[in-house]
């Protein structure tokens, strides 16, 4: 093998998503238009080097409202909360922003539906994971957790003719899909969601390696251990082709050992992780021999969400005082 054969296919897209962005930017812009310390319940991404680099500049990290002081600023994350964190923090009388991913907030609006039509639902997640825990907790008197295949044995139904399955935005679609074929196979009247509740960001990033795990012998995705849409795309590498694969946090993480033999390395990144954390694995790997670089495009992405309305309101606010001391 020579130095020339190695190269790096480049999955696309990974990293950011919309959700993401708009969740990490609102904690900035949180911190220039009020000020530090911006308190955040629970990670806003998971992501550690995204949390670690918020909190260098201010933002304190907290598992629940009541670790926030009465009357503070404190921003939800964009895994969505329950109704019940919504109320305590009312009652602490909290200035809240809410970061909730669009997408997660959609599912969330179809639980309620679902719930007030008097379905039981199935919504097809890890449990403990705090997206799931934020749907649960729309309508916990009608909502079941179904923790993959193996999981759905153990459901049960007050009547199998109004039944209909959600899912957590994050999950492997392969293994959201299988679940849902065996729920079928026990409840033929399953109900589908109105549309596809696992996000854009998420199937788009696992058709990207699907496609270059077929031609890598190893492939590295760059994400969180918490972060369950990077830990699906190892599981999606290996199932695709790659020969081994593994999740690393950062360049640091990798063991040099799994190159030996390797001719082509795959890359990609989980839809939390910036781009930075990508480039210095894609530098670590040219220095090694692997120089030549190929981007494999499967999808263009080029959703925006808006920010938060509250931080709308007060960004708005701020510039018009400002405009108003410069003419003054």
Same mark, same amino acid.
């Given at each position: $093998?020579?130095?020339?054969?190695?190269?790096?296919?480049?999955?696309?897209?990974?990293?950011?998503?919309?959700?993401?962005?708009?969740? @990490?930017?609102?904690?900035? %812009?949180? +911190?220039?238009?009020?000020?530090?310390?911006?308190? &955040?319940?629970?990670?806003?991404?998971?992501?550690?080097?995204?949390?670690?680099? +918020?909190?260098?500049?201010?933002?304190?990290? @907290?598992?629940?409202?009541?670790? @926030?002081?009465? *009357?503070?600023?404190? &921003?939800?994350?964009?895994?969505?909360?329950? #109704?019940? @964190?919504?109320? =305590?923090?009312?009652?602490? $009388?909290?200035?809240?922003?809410?970061?909730?991913?669009?997408?997660?907030?959609?599912?969330?609006?179809?639980?309620?539906?679902?719930?007030?039509?008097?379905?039981?639902? !199935?919504?097809?997640?890890?449990?403990?994971?705090?997206?799931?825990?934020?749907?649960?907790?729309?309508?916990?008197?009608?909502?079941?957790?179904?923790?993959?295949?193996?999981?759905? =044995?153990? &459901?049960?139904?007050?009547?199998?003719?109004?039944?209909?399955?959600?899912?957590?935005?994050?999950?492997?679609?392969?293994?959201? $899909?299988?679940?849902?074929?065996?729920?079928?196979?026990?409840?033929?009247?399953?109900?589908?969601?109105? /549309?596809?509740?696992?996000?854009?960001?998420?199937?788009?990033?696992?058709?990207?390696?699907?496609?270059?795990?077929?031609? /890598?012998?190893?492939?590295? &995705?760059?994400?969180?251990?918490?972060?369950?849409?990077?830990?699906?795309?190892?599981?999606?590498?290996?199932?695709?082709?790659?020969?081994?694969?593994?999740?690393?946090?950062?360049?640091?993480?990798?063991?040099?050992?799994? +190159?030996?033999?390797?001719?082509?390395? *795959?890359?990609? /990144?989980?839809?939390?992780?910036?781009?930075?954390?990508?480039?210095?694995?894609?530098?670590?790997?040219?220095?090694?021999?692997?120089?030549?670089?190929?981007?494999?495009?499967?999808?263009?992405?080029? !959703?925006?969400?808006?920010? #938060?309305?509250?931080?709308? %309101?007060?960004? %708005?606010?701020? %510039?018009?005082?400002?405009?108003?001391?410069?003419?003054?």
């Amino acid at each position: $093998m020579t130095e020339q054969s190695k190269r790096v296919l480049l999955a696309a897209p990974r990293g950011y998503c919309a959700g993401v962005d708009r969740a @990490v930017v609102a904690v900035e %812009k949180a +911190l220039e238009l009020y000020g530090p310390p911006v308190y &955040v319940r629970k990670q806003i991404v998971h992501n550690k080097h995204v949390v670690e680099t +918020l909190a260098a500049r201010g933002a304190i990290f @907290v598992d629940d409202t009541d670790e @926030v002081p009465e *009357g503070a600023r404190v &921003v939800f994350s964009a895994h969505g909360v329950s #109704p019940q @964190v919504h109320a =305590d923090a009312a009652r602490r $009388m909290l200035q809240t922003i809410d970061a909730t991913c669009p997408l997660v907030t959609k599912v969330h609006r179809e639980a309620v539906r679902f719930a007030d039509d008097d379905y039981d639902i !199935l919504l097809i997640g890890h449990e403990g994971h705090e997206e799931v825990e934020g749907t649960a907790g729309e309508a916990p008197e009608r909502i079941q957790l179904v923790d993959g295949p193996e999981d759905v =044995d153990n &459901v049960v139904v007050r009547d199998p003719s109004r039944v209909v399955w959600l899912s957590q935005t994050t999950l492997s679609v392969d293994e959201t $899909m299988d679940t849902v074929r065996r729920l079928r196979e026990r409840f033929p009247l399953l109900a589908d969601p109105p /549309s596809d509740d696992i996000c854009y960001a998420t199937q788009n990033r696992q058709v990207a390696v699907k496609k270059i795990a077929r031609e /890598s012998e190893l492939v590295i &995705v760059v994400g969180s251990a918490n972060s369950s849409n990077s830990v699906r795309l190892v599981e999606v590498a290996l199932e695709n082709g790659a020969a081994a694969s593994y999740r690393v946090d950062n360049v640091r993480e990798i063991d040099e050992r799994w +190159l030996d033999g390797v001719t082509t390395v *795959g890359v990609t /990144s989980g839809a939390s992780v910036p781009e930075i954390l990508v480039r210095e694995v894609i530098e670590m790997l040219a220095e090694r021999g692997y120089g030549d670089c190929e981007e494999v495009v499967t999808a263009e992405e080029d !959703l925006l969400f808006s920010l #938060p309305k509250e931080l709308r %309101k007060d960004i %708005k606010i701020a %510039k018009q005082q400002a405009q108003a001391a410069a003419r003054s």
